[in-house]
């Protein structure tokens, strides 16, 4: 982990924007080669993302994905642990949820039934980050290559059930049954307009909030906490952590516990807030992006949020681009992604020395006096 001797707004606000700048600007470079107006195209996309009927809501609807899998990475990363596993974690949170549905619903009231399916997804997903955690802490398994093989362990599982025993029956999708009545999350323009707002009908759902409260949890958890205290203390040096009386090996388990179970709490958002239903593939890369995200945002969850938002932005802004432009296409809203990926990890520290410059060249009186 590299240092910094920037001030802390610094690292957490304005290096990651200047960074979403020079991606962008490299972005709007490739746009205008091949015959569009780079800003013309940011205008829809900002259109499309923020302004158009509906757009807000499935802006926001991403964005829930992106905090869960965002807090997961972000997370295990306090503790020096680099987790790939959000893909297998989601998938297993998303059984989770359809097997306590299933079993249940139609037997005890709903509301119990989502209370229920809600903690089956922490749990399912938990379940699946402990194992390499394990692995890790008591044999010495590199937890980002059991965390990539858990991914598609968890896929096949799911296809495996979702073609056979779980697999609902006269039709040929790889899909269950539709939950029981009343087994979902209430959606946020149906509580609007209900209270006289006219909103735009939109798959944002109360996960929303679900996502915002678990954001705040883990800022109290790794800001206020012993637990939080000895989260980081591992990962700055698991040999200091071990000197001062702590148990490394079993906090990199409960670390992994608690990002698996973040991740496995994104089937909230897509299975009970929409499909209603577990289906294949419902997880759609959101794991995955979630390591962008927790890098953007510096693994804090107030830089999470934003970032997330930023990327829900960019997944919807981007099918208004598909649609409005025949050479833009949703292979270049990927690419954008993937700029924005590469100036906020690989040259996430590019603009550092030239900031540690300007910051030295105008406080050495403070300096001074403080010597």
């Excluded at 979403?20 to 015959?35: C, N, P, R, S, W």
């Excluded at 997903?125 to 990539?148: C, N």
């Excluded at 999470?304 to 919807?316: D, K, N, P, R």
Aim: proline share 4%.
């Amino acid at each position: 982990m590299q240092t910094s001797r920037l001030p802390a707004y610094v690292d957490i606000l304005i290096i990651p924007f200047l960074n979403l700048l020079t991606a962008l600007f490299v972005a709007g470079i490739i746009i205008a080669i091949i015959g569009e107006n780079p800003f013309t195209a940011l205008s829809v996309m900002l259109k499309g993302a923020f302004i158009y009927k509906g757009g807000l809501g499935y802006t926001l609807f991403y964005t829930t994905n992106f905090i869960f899998t965002g807090l997961a990475v972000a997370v295990a990363f306090h503790a020096m642990l680099f987790n790939i596993g959000g893909e297998g974690q989601a998938a297993m949170g998303g059984l989770g949820i359809g097997l306590v549905a299933l079993s249940l619903g139609g037997i005890i009231p709903a509301p119990f039934v989502i209370l229920l399916a809600i903690l089956g997804s922490a749990l399912f997903g938990a379940f699946w980050g402990v194992i390499p955690g394990y692995l890790q802490a008591k044999r010495g398994s590199h937890i980002v290559i059991t965390t990539i093989m858990f991914n598609f362990i968890a896929s096949s599982i799911l296809i495996w059930l979702l073609a056979g025993m779980l697999m609902a029956p006269n039709q040929m999708s790889p899909e269950t049954v539709s939950f029981a009545d009343g087994v979902m999350l209430f959606k946020i323009h149906e509580i609007l307009n209900s209270m006289g707002f006219s909103v735009a009908r939109s798959p944002l759902n109360i996960s929303f909030a679900l996502a915002l409260l678990c954001c705040f949890a883990v800022w109290v958890l790794i800001w206020r906490t012993r637990l939080g205290y000895r989260i980081r203390a591992t990962g700055f040096s698991t040999k200091a952590s071990t000197y001062a009386g702590y148990r490394p090996k079993w906090i990199i388990i409960l670390v992994m516990a608690i990002s698996g179970g973040l991740a496995g709490m994104m089937a909230v958002n897509e299975i009970l807030g929409v499909q209603h239903r577990v289906i294949l593939n419902f997880t759609s890369g959101y794991g995955f992006t979630g390591i962008a995200v927790a890098l953007m945002g510096r693994n804090h969850p107030f830089g999470i949020i934003f970032a997330s938002l930023l990327f829900g932005a960019l997944y919807q802004g981007g099918a208004e681009l598909d649609f409005e432009f025949q050479t833009i296409t949703r292979d270049m809203v990927v690419m954008i992604q993937g700029l924005i990926i590469l100036f906020s990890g690989a040259l996430a520290y590019m603009f550092n020395p030239i900031l540690e410059r300007f910051f030295s060249a105008n406080t050495p009186q403070k300096e001074m006096l403080d010597g």
